[in-house]
């Protein structure tokens, strides 16, 4: 059966789900899906007053959905620490981790709490470490997943290896395609481990495409007004992009859909992967470079004192 808007999605009955970026575009259409199809659904962001509008938000579509809101601040280690000891203390059980929530293109130079740049430490370090810490609970899931949110711009991503936190100079755009090249490798370098190590958890990974969400203004206006790249690109989105709701079905596709391949990549079949149906995507050379996802990943160690390794 070809995997559509207007099909449901496979039962997700007894599966329990974390949706990162929950309570707005992308995160919230996709909760609001699983939810939907039977999933007990924790929808997970760092604003409550914005979580609880998701949660009603999903009720009033699912009035029997179980969805409840999780405190959770992904540029701060300590919020992660946090949140990753309550689920385990609720549900020592995870079914399904979706690594969705960012922030894209803010214009000048900031930090996370820990002192990370904003853009590598919220959109990868922080789901690192988030992944790391729930890895147990991972493990004594049902067919579990984690599905890394990628994106078109991990194609002219290069991680910098010598200055990843953009101290000796800071470019928007540049710090956004690395953020999301080193989600891919995550995804990509996660399989790799969870086969070697028999994990048991499946790493995927997805895109959107060019779906209109809160990011696009959001992100490009902190500390500063949105650039004229940003403006031509909201002139251009009605021609080119999809909505939320269908830029997360890719995203849906990689957390459910039964014949997933383990350690693959998906987005939108339509023109230059913008808009359409979910298909297999295409991997950067740079995303593929095994060594240089193993130097990610014990840099990523390092930064945020998560190993997942020693997490089970």
């Not at 999903?58 to 992904?74: C, E, M, N, S, Y």
């Not at 214009?107 to 002192?115: I, K, L, Q, V, Y």
Request: proline share 5%; glycine share 12%; net charge positive.
């Amino acid at each position: 059966m070809a995997f559509r808007r207007d099909v449901p999605l496979p039962s997700q009955q007894g599966r329990v789900a974390i949706v990162t970026g929950g309570t707005g575009g992308l995160g919230l259409e996709t909760a609001k899906v699983l939810a939907g199809a039977g999933a007990e659904v924790i929808v997970a962001g760092r604003n409550a007053g914005k979580g609880q509008q998701a949660v009603a938000e999903i009720r009033q579509k699912h009035p029997a959905a179980k969805v409840r809101f999780g405190l959770l601040d992904l540029a701060s280690l300590d919020s992660i620490r946090s949140f990753a000891t309550s689920i385990m203390s609720t549900h020592p059980a995870l079914d399904l981790l979706i690594n969705n929530a960012g922030v894209m293109a803010v214009p000048a130079r900031h930090e996370t709490r820990d002192g990370f740049e904003l853009q590598f430490g919220t959109n990868y370090l922080g789901h690192f470490a988030l992944t790391g810490l729930l890895l147990p609970a991972l493990r004594r899931g049902k067919a579990s997943r984690v599905v890394n949110l990628a994106s078109l711009a991990h194609l002219r991503g290069r991680i910098d290896f010598a200055d990843p936190q953009a101290r000796r100079g800071y470019n928007a755009w540049k710090a956004y395609c690395q953020s999301k090249l080193a989600m891919l490798m995550f995804g990509l370098e996660f399989q790799r481990r969870s086969a070697a190590l028999g994990w048991g958890v499946t790493g995927v990974s997805a895109h959107p495409g060019w779906a209109m969400t809160d990011i696009f203004k959001n992100g490009p206006t902190i500390g500063g007004g949105m650039g004229m790249k940003e403006r031509l690109g909201l002139l251009l989105f009605p021609l080119f992009g999809q909505s939320a709701a269908a830029g997360a079905w890719p995203i849906l596709f990689a957390a459910t859909a039964p014949k997933i391949q383990a350690g693959g990549y998906y987005g939108p079949d339509g023109f230059y992967e913008l808009k359409g149906r979910p298909k297999a995507s295409r991997i950067a050379p740079q995303a593929r470079n095994v060594d240089a996802a193993a130097r990610l990943w014990d840099l990523s160690v390092d930064l945020t004192g998560v190993d997942p390794t020693r997490a089970i």
